[in-house]
């Protein structure tokens, strides 16, 4: 019975009891991130327009190289379950913490569902299966065996920090949550196969108007002491906003797209 509890636990859920060894959890995120986007959507990229793309490798590193020295000093000795619980720490009240977190989750919604649909069109080039049958084969696993095992990402743990909720309880909840969320991104890999453009660039105008924010919003918090829950929360909206219409302004207006490359040759296919 304690054993179970113990698996049952949100420290266990959420984090692994915070036991785990480096190389798992190293080549956990390795493996995460080598999604659809990465080996269908850069190599369109440079193919339609060239090596331009190579500047976010650039900014990419320099990026996790400030991350690794003066962002997690500040928040891996805090022992947070979620990153969020940092904004109620820093200003007192949950006003901030609820904004990045559903920005956090939209973004997260998009992401996973931008993946699923590049995945599904190429087993769909390759192997002649409907896409439709693979994302809704694909969610559908993949939901149920995170929610068994444990929640992706920590984003979610977020909702749950309530202090009513005993510990075995807001597990079940987590779990419940996991496949409603993976129901979202099935309908939400279905309704980007209605927008127009490559993966990458439909992956960056579904998050363009919250990630910058949500960066923006942490950045402030953990470096300048003077930032109110009122400046930021302004800044964040007025931030989302702008990028908000930049991207829809730039999908349905008459602007002129960017100019691709030439066809290149393609004479390697048949090899």
């Known amino acids: 019975m304690d054993k179970r509890k113990q698996n049952t636990s949100p420290e266990d859920y959420y984090l692994a009891g915070r036991k785990s ?5 190293m080549f956990s995120y390795i493996v995460t991130f080598q999604s659809s986007i990465l080996y269908l959507g850069f190599p369109a990229e440079g193919y339609i327009y060239g090596p331009m793309y190579s500047f976010y490798g650039l900014s990419k590193f320099i990026t996790l190289l400030f991350t690794a ?8 000795p805090l022992k947070l379950t979620s990153i969020y619980e940092y904004l109620n ?37 390759v192997m002649g ?15 149920v065996y995170t929610s068994i095992g444990g929640i992706k990402a920590v ?14 309880f807001s597990t079940k909840i987590s779990r419940i949550v996991t ?22 660039a439909l ?18 918090s953990a470096m300048f002491k003077r930032a109110t829950t009122k400046g930021v929360l302004l800044g964040a ?26 066809p290149g040759p393609t004479f390697f296919i048949d090899c």
């Open 203 to 220: 992956f960056q105008r579904c998050v363009a108007c919250m990630d910058g924010p949500t960066c923006a919003i942490f950045l402030l």
């Open 89 to 125: 720490l820093r200003y007192g009240d949950n006003v901030l913490r609820i904004l990045a977190m559903t920005f956090g989750v939209v973004y997260q919604v998009f992401y996973m569902s931008t993946v699923t649909y590049g995945t599904c069109v190429a087993l769909e080039v």
């Open 21 to 25: 060894k480096l190389l798992p959890v």
């Open 237 to 262: 909206l007025c931030g989302s906003a702008v990028a908000l219409w930049l991207n829809l302004g730039q999908l349905y207006s008459n602007l002129p797209k960017d100019p691709p490359l030439p």
């Open 155 to 168: 984003i979610w743990a977020d909702v749950f920090q309530f202090p009513d909720m005993t510990t075995e």
């Open 179 to 200: 496949l409603v969320f993976g129901v979202f991104a099935l309908l939400v890999s279905f309704l980007l196969t209605s927008l127009p453009g490559s993966v990458i």
């Open 129 to 143: 299966i409907p896409y439709w049958i693979t994302i809704v084969l694909y969610t559908s696993v993949t939901s």
């Open 69 to 76: 020295f003066f962002i997690v000093p500040v928040f891996h």
